[in-house]
């Protein structure tokens, strides 16, 4: 998670979910449009860097770029690499990562034939495999742990595709969801803990792959089930398999896809996230319940906790903050004052309904405060006679290894001041989060999640030199 300057223009107030995968089989030459669509539907996983590789069975064409998905292809791009085989990523830049070489999906030419990779996560081990690799001669050309990956299937002295590929799996240790392609085959692989997602879908009789089951809807498709840890899912055109590089191992699944990450109109095993994020709000009502005259939620990342929590305090519920969403990217003010008015332009409060309540803001997370503090201010500028703030998530106090752009552990609120202190800083006469607890009861026997960057208790140790302020659990 890297709290960076964003479309706002001003320090982004989330964790940011670093990337996005879609993989198609299709029967038809309609590859490069299929995942287009498929792309555009995953764009809220990373807004800042997108490619397509298109295959025919035999050659490869690529196009990549940085911005938004509709500002990277045209439909001349579009319509010059028909193909049966499409693969897609959308990503946001890492925080040392700003070149265009770092854009994914990533392609290889080896003696193996041509590949073309697609990652989201992130390597625990990717130092040690690096050196190891470096030592044997290996040349890297990127940051990219995804490249370790291509000089491991690189590999000679096995019988086939699949023996290398189990065997380089074997060796990959952290978080990863891959789509592969290879000739005119697509593989799609999660790691035995299965921390970040991976969803196999159906359209007109072909097989797609994608990190969340929205992509899906938007090309007329459906759901049919999630890739299961350590299992590699094999796609051909109107045909699917499987097989596994590995047994499932503790399954930790990436509790902030349910909280913040993914789209309201996807689901995963435990089901709409829409729902569940309304469940969170309940479970926030039932334990903090401040006197209030209106719900207002934060859009449009508190709408779902907002109406849970309207709907358990039976309050009313009112979209008080308007967001205008064509504000664009500009640049970071140099001024408090400036960075304060960037905030009122990408959102406007309604006045008439805020003037003279007592205001509960609702919002999914607060990771540094900064938007919050803004957003509060605005609140009272309108009139509010009280303001509270309730987050349908417990404190964000540990840093994650597992496929975000992590930040310093001491950027992070929470990991500096208690509730009481948070909420003096951000300006509100209370604060109420969702606890821990609270959050783990909901999710009590769902079949295992990772709670690290509230709990601090690490399924798997953190990398050397993470900063020496997390110990593994």
């Known amino acids: 998670m890297a709290i960076q300057p964003g479309p706002e223009g001003i320090m982004l107030d989330k964790f940011r979910e670093e990337c996005g995968i879609f993989g198609v089989a299709s029967s038809r030459q309609d590859a490069p449009e299929l995942t287009f669509l498929g792309l555009h539907?995953?764009?809220?996983?990373?807004?800042?860097?997108?490619?397509?590789?298109?295959?025919?069975?035999?050659?490869?064409?690529?196009?990549?770029?940085?911005?938004?998905?509709?500002?990277?292809?045209?439909?001349?791009?579009l319509e010059g690499m028909a193909g049966q085989m499409g693969l897609g990523h959308v990503r946001y830049s890492r925080a040392d990562d700003n070149e265009v070489s770092g854009t994914q999906p990533l392609l290889v030419q080896s003696l193996k034939g041509n590949l073309a990779l697609a990652h989201n996560g992130s390597l625990l081990n990717h130092l040690q495999l690096r050196r190891e690799l470096e030592s044997g001669g290996s040349i890297f050309h990127s940051g990219l742990d995804l490249e370790i990956l291509a000089h491991l299937l690189a590999r000679p002295g096995y019988d086939s595709f699949e023996e290398v590929l189990q065997d380089s799996l074997l060796r990959l240790e952290g978080a990863f969801a891959l789509i592969i392609m290879r000739g005119d085959t697509i593989y799609g692989i999660r790691d035995p803990r299965g921390f970040r997602p991976l969803i196999l879908g159906q359209v007109d009789g072909d097989y797609l792959l994608a990190s969340e089951s929205c992509a899906f809807h938007s090309l007329g498709g459906r759901a049919l089930r999630e890739v299961e840890p350590g299992e590699v899912v094999r796609l051909q055109p109107g045909r699917v398999d499987s097989f596994r590089f590995a047994p499932p191992g503790p399954r930790q699944f990436c509790i902030f896809e349910y909280i913040y990450f993914a789209r309201p109109d996807s689901s995963f095993n435990l089901g709409s996230v829409h729902l569940i994020r309304q469940k969170m709000g309940r479970q926030l009502a039932r334990e903090f319940a401040p006197a209030g005259d209106l719900i207002i939620p934060v859009p449009d990342s508190g709408n779902s906790a907002a109406q849970g929590y309207a709907a358990e305090r039976g309050l009313p519920l009112e979209p008080g903050l308007i967001k205008n969403k064509y504000t664009g990217r500009s640049f970071i003010m140099p001024r408090q004052e400036l960075r304060e008015t960037q905030v009122k332009l990408k959102l406007s409060p309604i006045r008439e309904l805020i003037d003279g309540q007592r205001i509960i803001l609702i919002d999914d997370s607060l990771v540094r405060g900064t938007t919050s503090r803004y957003i509060v201010k605005m609140i009272r500028e309108a009139g509010a006679r009280e303001v509270h703030l309730g987050i349908s998530s417990p404190p964000v106090s540990h840093s994650c290894y597992y496929g975000l752009d992590t930040t310093r552990r001491q950027e992070l609120i929470a990991a500096r001041k208690n509730t009481g202190e948070i909420g003096e800083h951000v300006g509100v006469d209370s604060l109420g989060y969702l606890s821990l607890e609270g959050l783990q009861e909901m999710f009590a026997g769902t079949g295992g999640y990772c709670d690290a960057c509230f709990s601090g208790r690490y399924p798997l140790e953190p990398p050397a030199g993470a900063g020496g302020e997390e110990e593994a659990q």
């Open 41 to 77: 539907a995953l764009q809220h996983r990373g807004q800042e860097r997108a490619g397509i590789v298109v295959g025919d069975g035999e050659r490869l064409r690529d196009k990549k770029g940085m911005g938004l998905v509709t500002r990277v292809f045209s439909r001349e791009d």
